[in-house]
């Protein structure tokens, strides 16, 4: 479902203005208005926002981890970074989750903390549940050694892009990494949500 940020009636003219929130394609919009109050539309969409997703599993990570637990992460990189990552049947409770900068079916180093530390909240003490934040350069941690340097948002977010990063999420029982997902472009939930 696409927002629709703003709508503005502009002065002394027939026209209206939306500011609509998104990416990709497929919006459909549905208007009420009063017959002959408005003539043209101007439509423009915030480019700006972009959509990355993962789907994390034990069998993601290096070497593969025999778990039932799962997660889905969901990041719109634009003005706030807000990320959302929901989890279940984790082993043991959660301690930590980072993004990592590595390619898939390779380890790499911590890139930004998502809970647990960097500068985030602590992870909840749980095996199920939900984490919700925003990503700023306090939250990157490097890894310099592959030349991101700390606080360097805008390399770690283009790490992001080139599809050079991956979820994880460390628990007590599996404090390498539990469950593991690589972030790709794309909005998984509403991938998931088409397929039921």
Not at 4 to 12: E, G, I, L
Request: glycine share 12%; with cysteine.
């Amino acid at each position: 479902m696409t927002n629709v940020d703003s709508f503005t009636n502009v002065p002394n003219t027939n026209v209206a203005s939306f500011h609509v929130r998104g990416s990709g394609n497929g919006y459909v919009f549905f208007m009420a208005v009063p017959l002959g109050s408005i003539v043209s539309a101007k439509i423009t969409f915030d480019s700006t926002v972009e959509v990355f997703s993962a789907r994390l599993l034990g069998d993601s990570e290096v070497p593969p981890i025999n778990s039932a637990g799962t997660a889905t992460f969901h990041v719109e990189i634009g003005t706030t970074n807000a990320f959302t990552l929901t989890f279940s049947g984790l082993s043991s409770n959660l301690i930590f989750s980072h993004l990592h900068f590595a390619p898939t079916k390779v380890g790499g180093g911590i890139m930004i903390f998502l809970c647990g530390g960097g500068n985030q909240p602590a992870c909840p003490a749980a095996t199920s549940g939900s984490i919700s934040g925003t990503i700023t350069g306090a939250n990157v941690t490097g890894p310099a050694t592959q030349g991101i340097a700390a606080g360097d948002l805008t390399s770690a977010l283009e790490a992001v892009r080139e599809g050079n990063a991956y979820a994880n999420m460390h628990t007590q029982m599996f404090p390498a990494g539990e469950i593991r997902g690589q972030v790709r472009r794309g909005d998984r939930r509403e991938k998931e949500r088409r397929e039921r």
